[in-house]
């Protein structure tokens, strides 16, 4: 299991930005991936977006245009820019790693966008 520790968020207004990080501890196990999930009460756990060991990125629809996720391979960290907040974003936003046959997550960063 990668310990994942994640920071960042908090309370902002709408239309305001919020940058998300997601720290993971040194490992031996390699890992395929790392994403960004969300969830309120209520709902299932969604994928806000996600980035391969290998670049590729994606997004869910209601982020495109908003959200950037990226990396720093140096710092073994991830990272969600978020602009253009909405108040449906509100979201404890939890980070994803991918090590088969495992997934690791972290604790969830609370995200509250209201005015």
């Known amino acids: 299991q990668v310990q994942l520790v994640e920071s960042g968020g908090g309370l902002v207004q709408p239309g305001g930005s919020l940058r998300l990080s997601c720290a993971a501890s040194?490992?031996?196990?390699?890992?395929?991936?790392m994403g960004w999930y969300r969830q309120t009460s209520g709902k299932l756990r969604e994928l806000v977006a996600s980035?391969?060991?290998?670049?590729?990125?994606n997004y869910a629809d209601s982020v495109k245009g908003r959200f950037t996720i990226s990396r720093d391979s140096a710092k073994n960290t991830v990272y969600l820019q978020m602009n253009s907040l909405k108040p449906e974003d509100t979201a404890v936003y939890y980070c994803?790693?991918?090590?088969?046959?495992?997934?690791?997550w972290g604790q969830g960063t609370q995200v509250t966008v209201s005015s």
């Open positions: 994803n790693a991918q090590t088969t046959p495992f997934a690791s």
């Open positions: 980035i391969s060991s290998g670049g590729s990125t």
């Open positions: 040194r490992s031996f196990f390699t890992i395929y991936a």
